[in-house]
């Protein structure tokens, strides 16, 4: 029997919840997950919405663990097994990036969501193209697996997805800076006047006229000429007026 030349002394273990959603996806991977994990000496284990990846006897790279937690990570957020089992190959990494909160109401996440989408995945799709990542939004995350370039501008194009910046603009602005960075002459120099610049159309603020409220009684009678003597105190002055005169008299 040969000697082992590394043995772990301890197990270590890490677990991930998964929504009910991505459940049969889970499951009908079950059986590769665990055939390619065994083979890097990691266990894999399915317990109801709860999966666990833990070193075995037989495990010699501690960091197995570790990328195996970033591989069932992904799982949980549906992205298929042949895409998340490259988090082993040199030079790929992962992110989750959480994009709930960056918007400010749910109407907005929503439509800020689906654009990012587009119809028929048609802008996820391009945006798979020109990174080289592999990306995946399910609920309120977009799962992203690739180089550390490819993630950071998967990065920059979802956030400014919903912060309400249209996506096909940033993927237009990466693909000039792209080219400009081939240029040796352009690196020492701006790239401002490169990019395009989209203008914000001013809206018009919209007044509104107060609504008078509908009183269920008739309106007052208009005062007679005699009713603002009275009231102003005219009336009788004229009437003391007139008596005086005819005491002279």
Not at 22 to 44: D, G, N, P, R, W
Not at 157 to 166: E, N, Q, R
Not at 216 to 228: G, N, Q, S, T, V
Request: charged share 35%; hydrophobic share 30%.
């Amino acid at each position: 029997m040969k000697p082992r030349g590394r043995v772990i002394l301890e197990e270590s273990s890490f677990s991930v919840l998964h929504s009910k959603n991505v459940q049969e996806h889970i499951t009908e991977s079950q059986k590769e997950t665990k055939a390619f994990l065994s083979k890097k000496q990691i266990a894999f284990e399915l317990d109801g919405c709860e999966m666990v990846v833990k070193t075995t006897e037989n495990t010699e790279d501690p960091c197995a663990v570790l990328l195996a937690r970033d591989m069932i990570t992904l799982l949980s957020r549906a992205v298929p097994v042949k895409e998340a089992k490259k988090v082993f190959d040199e030079g790929v990494a992962s992110e989750i990036i959480q994009i709930k909160n960056l918007a400010d109401t749910k109407e907005k996440f929503v439509k800020r969501r689906q654009r990012l989408i587009g119809g028929c995945q048609k802008t996820i799709k391009a945006i798979r193209k020109l990174t080289g990542c592999y990306v995946k939004v399910e609920g309120g995350t977009v799962a992203v697996v690739g180089t550390f370039g490819g993630i950071k501008e998967v990065r920059t194009i979802v956030v400014g997805c919903m912060k309400s910046k249209h996506p096909v603009d940033t993927i237009k602005e990466t693909m000039i800076r792209r080219e400009l960075s081939k240029d040796e002459s352009m690196k020492k120099e701006s790239w401002d006047r490169f990019i395009p610049k989209k203008q914000k159309t001013k809206q018009k603020k919209k007044h509104f006229k107060e609504k008078k409220e509908k009183s269920i009684y008739p309106p007052a009678p208009e005062k007679r000429k005699i009713d603002l003597e009275i009231e102003s105190g005219e009336y009788f002055l004229k009437k003391k007026k007139a008596s005086s005169q005819k005491k002279t008299k």
